[in-house]
């Protein structure tokens, strides 16, 4: 018996080690080393050969180094970190360098197949000053970029200035990387580095001169297994259980994936598994849930800004959001938003002013729909304050007879919270009355909702360090590098295309976030529970719709909306008596009948509740509403402003189209903002072809032109010199995006001040694509039909009817002008001649040097001199009446960048006067090398409504 109980127990130890080595499977194949120093080896890569997939995937774990260093064994590239469910693999990348002052030196960057640099991930960047930077392969350029000069640079930003980045091209697996020195008058910094480097990690760099002590960078490259998905066979020998395969996005390899309703390691035998969130990752904090994309620790959030840390030590545990040590209340990952602990400003004492700061870090913003900024007490200001500015407050009126559960003025205000980023501070301040009222006074930012439903708003908050509020949240990528749910679609953040979020099809629910997990997005069932509490039959979905009904099964009937009920048998037995020939044709065809008519009954219910869904009530009213609702009429349309069903204030244009011909205008703006994305640029939302003429549907844009803030003084928002450098430089980078980085170049060809918007944040947008046109890669100009606006029209186009990319110079040379003077594009005539152009006018005041006798008066006083001067420059080369000595909008755009950043930052000292960039013809051969696209198309040149989207 003795030797059986041992027996017995000796087995149980062989199981339990057996089950522990099959959750260990997850990451490295059975019996194969997990890690190489701090570095995870997961499968299908492998320390030695028996423990990867492929020979190419082997690791050479090197543990000569304290602690051991992992290497890919065939391109002996150090390993950082691997990832399976995004197939990438982060290496140290060898830089570049020179500081010999070399012509040339060159650098073979060598892959193996199935290994690719990430063209998502990546960055080529060239770093230092007097220096081109590119990339060839088989002897031909695949890219590059040339950094200007300037020693007063800021530390952490590569935006052309001694640092400069393009997106790498598809290079395959080898390709060189080349210095090349320049001429120029600066010296800038001394060595010249060229490097391809994981875009994250560099945009992190405090200082990215820090990369000039370094010999290696790291970079992301992405993987796929060799071998093909031929066969069911050959499916199982690649992936593991609960999991398929796939050919790549190349074509050229295979990738496994896990089933739905499975996660983990597909390329393991029982890699895949059940789970709901990220491997290995808690779901819960205490009493609240944590869904992806935040998680607890450092490895379970889709970014560090959403990261968890869960604070063990309270009972019961609370989570805090790690970057600002916020409490979290709750988290919906639906509606993008995140309920948080905000702390309140108290003032017992009466003092002069308090000031609390409030910082709820990048992504995350105060919710403007759902907050309340509220101020409580008496003889007190509470206000909001943002670097240095008022951005909104309130003061209550004093009484004794408050009223407990009302904040309408009386011992209470509110205010809706402006969009005020991420930092602001809130203030206190002390007030001369009479009345005593309550003897504290508090503000804070508090859920409208949580505060409305207090019976006693006073006594309630006077307790309280902290108070409820909501926070919105989007990730910080754009949609072309954010991977939502299956069932899941991505959308860009408003105005900057920078963040995204995700969210489920409609008919569809969960998490769209998560990828293979039983949480993410799914068919919703309406059939099933929770949804059909009261149908006690057959269910039936409605499509497209969170509804349903209920189908009695054969023999039953219906006994009211959700019940069913047995027929009798005599009615059964005398239909089935009464039955004939006749009846039976006469059945099938009244039957045939209601058919037709209830699915046309069925698609016309179905088009009306798409039709409401999709906002076409909101749209017919707005669009056929009085008068006052018209921001714009020209020859081409009329532009209304309206409103979307989620509450977006939109400008919709209602085109002319008098015949077929006309539609080409139409169709030209549509195809050309559609591919267009840019933070300076207007938006196009979408577009209407089911009315009887077509309308465009764009961002709303509120404060309106600029031409009416230059020549139409505004006390509520005065046109400074700093804001004028602002704008330019904001209406420069917008045109070189068209002209140069857009997927394909676009002219747009009525570039004035009044198509020159402000949005409520008074940032500048271009507008109005009526008469834009995009060109091929290999044309340089446009013959077409001259037209245009008198006083920007390029003399050189109005000759030749040929219009290149330095006619949009020229005409943005005029609205330079404009900023610098305060005059019209015609000048009004005086008594010694006719009227003449401005810019004719500005170009005889720069040659006889008398550029400050006609400068704006607003801005004539400002001790901006260097700077004036500087800006009268770069106007005066757009100017120029030979086309090819214009400068292009790069430089143009450079050179304005230069002065925006001497203002911003006082110590920067700069000569404009000798201020010189390295532009020769091979240069200029390089430009179009920053272009992110391979193929470009022309369009037919149109003319349509060139009236603003702009409200008054």
Not at 81 to 100: A, F, G, M, Q, W
Not at 289 to 295: D, L, T
Not at 712 to 717: I, K, L, P, R, T
Not at 923 to 940: A, E, R
Request: aromatic share 10%.
């Amino acid at each position: 018996m003795a030797i059986q109980l041992v027996l017995q127990i000796i087995v149980l130890v062989l199981l339990f080690i057996q089950q522990a080595s099959a959750q260990n499977a997850s990451v490295a194949k059975p019996g194969c080393k997990e890690k190489c120093g701090n570095v995870t080896i997961f499968y299908p890569f492998g320390i030695t050969t028996y423990c990867s997939a492929e020979k190419k995937f082997e690791i050479h774990c090197d543990t000569t180094l304290n602690p051991p260093k992992p290497f890919l064994s065939y391109s002996n590239l150090e390993v950082l970190k691997i990832s399976v469910l995004e197939r990438t693999i982060h290496v140290n990348n060898p830089v570049l360098k020179d500081c010999t002052n070399e012509s040339k030196i060159e650098q073979v960057m060598s892959l193996y197949h199935p290994f690719d640099y990430s063209i998502t991930e990546n960055q080529f960047t060239a770093l230092g000053c007097n220096g081109l930077a590119y990339m060839t392969q088989n002897g031909l350029n695949i890219g590059g970029c040339t950094p200007f000069c300037n020693n007063t640079a800021k530390e952490n930003s590569c935006v052309g200035i001694n640092c400069c980045q393009i997106t790498i091209p598809p290079v395959f697996n080898q390709f060189d990387t080349s210095l090349k020195i320049t001429k120029s008058g600066d010296s800038g910094p001394q060595c010249r580095y060229a490097f391809i480097a994981d875009q994250n990690w560099f945009g992190n760099l405090t200082d990215i001169y820090s990369v000039q002590h370094m010999e290696k960078v790291p970079a992301v490259l992405d993987w796929e297994l060799s071998p093909h998905c031929d066969s069911d066979a050959q499916e199982r020998i690649l992936c593991g259980k609960n999991a398929y395969c796939y050919t790549g996005s190349k074509g050229t390899g295979t990738t496994c994936i896990c089933e739905r309703g499975y996660a983990g390691n597909p390329y393991l035998p029982d890699g895949c598994h059940h789970d709901v969130a990220k491997a290995g990752c808690p779901h819960k904090c205490g009493d609240v849930s944590i869904p992806y994309p935040f998680g607890i620790g450092t490895n379970c959030s889709a970014e560090k800004g959403f990261e968890i840390h869960c604070n063990t030590s309270l009972n019961p545990p609370k989570p805090f959001l790690s970057y600002s040590n916020l409490e979290v209340l709750n988290i919906s990952v639906t509606e993008g938003t995140i309920h948080i602990n905000s702390p309140v400003l108290k003032d017992c004492m009466n003092e002069s002013k308090m000031e609390q700061v409030i910082s709820s870090y990048h992504p995350f913003n105060y919710s403007v729909t759902q907050n309340r900024f509220t101020a409580l007490g008496c003889d007190t200001l509470a206000f909001m304050t943002q670097n240095g500015s008022n951005i909104g407050g309130c003061m209550p009126f004093c009484n004794n007879t408050r009223n407990e559960r009302s904040c309408i003025g009386i011992n209470c205000c509110q205010k809706t919270i402006p969009p005020v980023f991420n930092q602001f501070n809130t203030s206190l301040k002390s007030t001369k009355s009479g009345e005593s009222g309550p003897q504290c006074s508090y503000a804070f930012i508090a859920d409208q909702n949580w505060f409305g439903n207090l019976t006693d708003i006073y006594s309630t908050v006077q307790h309280l360090e902290q108070v409820p509020a909501v926070l919105d949240w989007k990730l910080n990528r754009p949609c072309d590098n954010l991977f939502c749910s299956e069932n899941a679609r991505c959308y860009n953040s408003e105005g900057t295309g920078i963040f995204s979020s995700c969210s489920c099809y409609p008919g569809y629910a969960g998490n769209p976030y998560l990828r293979d997990s039983l949480d993410e997005c799914r068919e919703i069932d309406f059939c099933a529970p929770p949804y059909n509490n009261s149908c006690q039959q057959n269910c039936i979905n409605a499509p497209f719709d969170e509804t349903y009904y209920c189908s009695c099964k054969p023999g039953w009937e219906k006994s009211g909306p959700h019940n069913c009920v047995k027929k009798k048998k005599a009615l059964i037995v005398l239909a089935i008596a009464s039955g004939s020939g006749l009846g039976v044709l006469f059945v099938m065809a009244v039957t045939w009948w209601l058919c037709k008519a209830l699915k046309r009954r069925k698609k016309r219910k179905l088009k009306e509740r798409n039709f409401k869904r999709n906002g076409g009530l909101l749209l017919r009213q707005q669009v056929s509403s009085s008068e006052d609702r018209i921001l714009g009429q020209g020859g081409q349309g009329t532009v209304y402003k309206g409103m979307l069903t989620d509450g977006r204030i939109v400008a919709v244009k209602k085109s002319k189209i008098e015949d077929e011909s006309k539609l080409d205008h139409f169709i030209n703006e549509v195809v050309l903002l559609s591919k267009i994305n840019h933070r300076n640029i207007v938006k196009l939302y979408g577009c209407c072809l089911e009315t009887d003429v077509p309308l465009l549907v764009y961002e709303f844009i509120p404060n309106g032109t600029l031409f009416d803030y230059i020549h139409d003084y505004n006390e509520d928002f005065p046109l400074t010199w700093d804001i004028r450098v602002r704008i330019a430089t904001e209406i420069a980078g917008a045109l070189f995006y068209l002209h140069s980085v857009a997927s394909i170049p676009i002219f747009h060809r009525d570039i004035k001040s009044v198509n020159v918007l402000l949005d409520g944040k008074f940032r500048a947008k271009m507008g109005d694509f009526g008469t834009s046109k995009s060109i091929a890669i290999d044309q340089t100009h446009l013959t077409t039909r001259v037209q245009g606006t008198f006083g920007y029209l390029d003399p050189e186009y109005f000759q030749s009817s040929q219009y290149t990319d330095k006619s949009d110079v020229y005409s943005f040379g005029v609205v330079l002008v404009e900023l610098l003077t305060g005059q019209k594009p015609i000048l009004a005539p005086r008594s010694d001649d006719e009227g003449r152009s401005l810019a004719t006018y500005f170009i005889l005041t720069m040659e006889e040097n008398r550029i400050f006798d006609i400068l704006d008066p607003r801005i004539g006083k400002e001790d901006r001199k260097e700077e004036i001067k500087a800006f009268a420059n770069i106007a005066y080369r757009c100017l120029n009446l030979n086309g090819r000595k214009r400068p292009t909008m790069k430089q143009v755009a450079a050179e304005l960048e230069s002065i925006n950043m001497s203002y911003k930052s006082p110590t920067a000292e700069q000569d404009y006067e000798e201020f010189e960039y390295p532009v020769t013809d091979q240069l200029n051969g390089l430009w179009d090398l920053t272009s992110t696209s391979m193929s470009f198309s022309t369009s037919n040149s149109v003319k349509v409504d060139v009236e603003p989207l702009v409200g008054k």
